[in-house]
Nanobody
Framework: QVQLVESGGGLVQTGGSLRLSCAASLRSFSTYYMAWFRQAPGKEREFVTSINYSGGLTYYADSVKGRFTISRDNAKNTLDLQMNSLKPEDTAVYYC?????????????????WGQGTQVTVSS
C-alpha cells in the first residue's frame, strides 16, 4: 500500500522559513518521480516543484523559483521542501505527490499517489 505522509507545516511570519518533509512508503522509492503541489482556499491545486528519480532534474513554478528548494533522499525514502522568504500568498495546504511515469511532471493529473497535506500559513 502506497502511503505519503507530509509533515513540517505551521504558522510563520512573512520572510520566515519552513521545511516540509514527505515520508514515502513506496517500494523502490527511487523509481518514483516526486512533486509538491499546493492548494489555497477557493483555488485549484497548483504545481509547486518536482524532482526526478535521481534528484538531478528539478522544476519550479515561477512563483517560488529562487525561494524554494526540493530535494530527496532515496536511501531514506523522503522528499523535502525547503521554503525561504515566505510570503502570505504561499499560504496553502501543501501536498506531496508521486508517480512512476508522469507524462508532464508539472501537471497534477499525472500523479497517482498523494499525501493528506500539511497546512502552511504565512502571516503578514
Amino acid at each position: 500500500q502506497v502511503q505519503l505522509v507530509e509533515s513540517g507545516g505551521g504558522l510563520v511570519q512573512t520572510g520566515g522559513s519552513l521545511r516540509l518533509s514527505c515520508a514515502a512508503s513506496l517500494r523502490s522509492f527511487s523509481t518514483y518521480y516526486m512533486a509538491w503541489f499546493r492548494q489555497a482556499p477557493g483555488k485549484e491545486r497548483e504545481f509547486v516543484t518536482s524532482i526526478n528519480y535521481s534528484g538531478g532534474l528539478t522544476y519550479y513554478a515561477d512563483s517560488v523559483k529562487g525561494r524554494f528548494t526540493i530535494s530527496r533522499d532515496n536511501a531514506k525514502n523522503t522528499l523535502d521542501l525547503q521554503m525561504n522568504s515566505l510570503k502570505p500568498e504561499d499560504t496553502a495546504v501543501y501536498y506531496c505527490a508521486a508517480d512512476r511515469f508522469p507524462i508532464t511532471p508539472t501537471t497534477k493529473k499525472d500523479y497517482n499517489y498523494w499525501g493528506q497535506g500539511t497546512q502552511v500559513t504565512v502571516s503578514s
